[in-house]
């Protein structure tokens, strides 16, 4: 369960970006998280993270307090999560295998092991006979495969996407959408951030709607 407490977030101790947000999100779920720009999605976004630290209120993950993480236990709890940007953020000097074992072979994982795991990963993403494709000749759609297998090759207990179709067609769109579906399936937790109500009303989700810095809405869009 991820619980948010309470939570408020400020810039230069000014700007107020949330304010006194309370959620619980249980696992297992897929929640759409919406709202127009500036209303605090990002601001969530780098909570969950760890990347900022609220200015008031408690964030709950894997029933730790967020707050009290320090040091190398920030860069364990960040191994329990699969992050996912609008940008990609693919190694372009790496073919596509070498993208998606990235994060093993950090961990210091054998070859034999990664080699088993990737191969399982591209089967997941339906990019099996990408494995030794640069990543330019890759479509945007295909690339956002690839980055969905780098943060899945972990396997991560909750998925956490930035805005994952910001830069895609509507094919690719429903494509990446589909594939978030199915890992959530799996029993993972995923949390898609996002402006685009059309890929919402796709899916009968739970969405969590922010406006001005606090929750406006949370439920079904059918």
């Not at 699969?82 to 693919?90: N, T, V």
């Not at 029993?187 to 951030?193: A, E, M």
């Not at 685009?196 to 796709?202: G, L």
């Amino acid at each position: 369960m991820i619980r948010l407490i309470n939570i408020s977030a400020s810039y230069n101790n000014k700007t107020k970006a949330l304010d006194c947000v309370s959620l619980d999100i249980e696992d297992g779920e897929f929640v759409f998280i919406v709202g127009e720009s500036g209303a605090g999605k990002t601001t969530l976004f780098k909570l969950f993270t760890k990347e900022i630290k609220p200015s008031n209120g408690d964030i709950v993950v894997f029933k730790r307090s967020l707050n009290d993480l320090r040091g190398k236990e920030i860069a364990l709890y960040r191994r329990k999560l699969g992050i996912i940007f609008q940008d990609f953020k693919l190694l372009k000097n790496k073919n596509v295998f070498d993208n998606i074992a990235f994060p093993q072979v950090l961990l210091g994982m054998n070859e034999k092991d990664i080699k088993k795991r990737v191969d399982s990963m591209l089967s997941i993403v339906d990019l099996a006979d990408k494995s030794f494709k640069s990543i330019d000749e890759l479509s945007m759609g295909q690339q956002q495969k690839v980055a969905i297998a780098r943060a899945l090759i972990n396997k991560p207990k909750i998925i956490l996407a930035d805005e994952p179709t910001g830069n895609l067609d509507p094919q690719s769109t429903k494509e990446i959408i589909e594939l978030l579906n199915k890992i959530n399936q799996f029993g993972t937790t995923v949390i898609v951030i996002t402006h685009d109500m059309s890929i919402v009303r796709h899916m009968n989700k739970r969405v969590i709607q922010i406006r001005q810095g606090q929750v406006a809405k949370d439920g079904y869009v059918q």
